[in-house]
Structures are given as structure tokens and as C-alpha cells.
């Protein structure tokens, strides 16, 4: 596609339960950035894929959080055992390279707007 | 927490300029980059200066001074369609992002 795409747009659950986010990056793009983001801040990275692999995982706040790149194209965001300081807008962004100058500029998504009651 | 700061809220009127600053400390620089984001919606890339001096590109310019750890947005001839936020990140060493909270700016007619 044209641009990075986000499903769902929006996702509403209960406390306790598992979600899965995903982010479809524009095709060609190697690099893929998870980040989530609540109102009045910046994005927090969660997890960077250079390909299928996880590059830097650092940003996960614990094991509840985890995410899959298989092929090196679609990424899946995992959250087990949702928490209501979970709600946030989890944002995908995709570059061309990783590391490279005027390469490495990140094209974001619209967003999953995710909510625990 | 990150070591990046902008001005939390800005109010300029249509036609006018306005000048966003951004200071940043790190060790490691790759670049600093300036994003805008409506309400309720993703970040969309704006600028992205390596190199000290001054971008420019229609209404919208961006400067940096790496020895200051300092940038700017600068937006000329404001309409209300630049009612948004705008946020500033540094690449570190690691090619991540580092993100400031967001400067959102109001335009009055």
C-alpha cells in the first residue's frame, strides 16, 4: 500500500485479556518501530524489527508485551493479560534502512487506540 | 527521562510567524527531526537536519546548531490548518528515536 496501515482502529477490551495489534509498513521498508503513545506526549518506543529480526526490544515494558515480524513485512504486537495502564494509542512506523542518513526517516501509521476497562 | 525539551503550548495568530524551539543533550547524535500531529491523528514527518544551518522548505523551515544542542521550527505565513502538535526527536547513537513531549501550537484568527 501507499502508506502505513494499522489494524484495528480502535480496540476495546477488559482487564485480563489478550490483544493483538497489527501494522502493515510500506512495502520495501525493513525497518519497523512500534511505539505507543499517550495524550500530551511524545511516542515511546516499544521494539524496533530490522527484517524479521527484533533489533533492539528494550523499550517493552515487561513480558506481557511482545512482538513477531515472520516474514519480515507484517508485524503482530502481542499484549497478554491486559492492564488498564495499557490504554494508549499504539503507533507502527516503518523506514526504508535502519542507520543510514536521508534512509532512516520513520513514516508512521493512524494508530490503534487501545482501551482496557 | 530523556534529555529533549519544547515549549509544552504556543499561541500565534493566522498570517503571523511562529518559532518552535527544541533543546536536546545526548552523546550520541544522528540527527534531529521535527514531526507535526493533529489531534487524533499519527505523526507526519515535517524536516530532518544532520548538518548545522538552516532548512527550508515552503512555509515550513527547520534549524540546528549541533555545539548549542538546539533546533527550531519555524512556520511562516500561519493558517488555521496549522493548529497541531509538534514534536521534535534526536536519533541517538543507537539510530532511535528520542522524542520531546510535543509543543502543541494554537492559531487564532
Redo the contacts between chains.
Keep these: 500500500g501507499a502508506g502505513v496501515s494499522q489494524t484495528p482502529s480502535n480496540k476495546v477490551t477488559e482487564k485480563g485479556k489478550y490483544v493483538e495489534l497489527r501494522c502493515d509498513p510500506i512495502s520495501g521498508h525493513t525497518a519497523l518501530y512500534w511505539y505507543r503513545q499517550s495524550l500530551?506526549?511524545?511516542?515511546?518506543?516499544l521494539i524496533?524489527f530490522q527484517g524479521t529480526g527484533a533489533a533492539?526490544d528494550s523499550g517493552l515494558p515487561n513480558d506481557r508485551f511482545f512482538a513477531v515480524r515472520p516474514e519480515g513485512s507484517v508485524s503482530t504486537l502481542k499484549i497478554q493479560r491486559t492492564e488498564r495502564g495499557d490504554s494508549a494509542v499504539y503507533?507502527c512506523a516503518s523506514s526504508r534502512a535502519?542507520?543510514i542518513?536521508?534512509a532512516?526517516?520513520?513514516?508512521?501509521?493512524?494508530?490503534t487506540r487501545l482501551t482496557v476497562l | 527521562g530523556q534529555n529533549i525539551d519544547q515549549p509544552t503550548e504556543m499561541t500565534a495568530t493566522e498570517g503571523a510567524i511562529v518559532q518552535i524551539n527544541c533543546t536536546y543533550q545526548t552523546s550520541g547524535f544522528n540527527g534531529l527531526f521535527w514531526y507535526q500531529q493533529h489531534a487524533g491523528e499519527a505523526p507526519t514527518f515535517l524536516s530532518y537536519n544532520v548538518l548545522d544551518g538552516l532548512e527550508e522548505k515552503g512555509r515550513f523551515s527547520s534549524f540546528l546548531s549541533r555545539s548549542k544542542g538546539y533546533s527550531y521550527l519555524l512556520l511562516k505565513e500561519l493558517q488555521m490548518k496549522d493548529s497541531a502538535s509538534y514534536l521534535c526527536a534526536y536519533m541517538d547513537s543507537n539510530h532511535q528515536l528520542i522524542w520531546g513531549a510535543g509543543t502543541k501550537l494554537i492559531i487564532k484568527p
Design positions: 500530551g506526549q511524545g511516542p515511546e518506543f524496533y533492539d503507533l535502519s542507520g542518513p536521508n532512516d526517516t520513520q513514516y508512521f501509521g493512524p494508530g
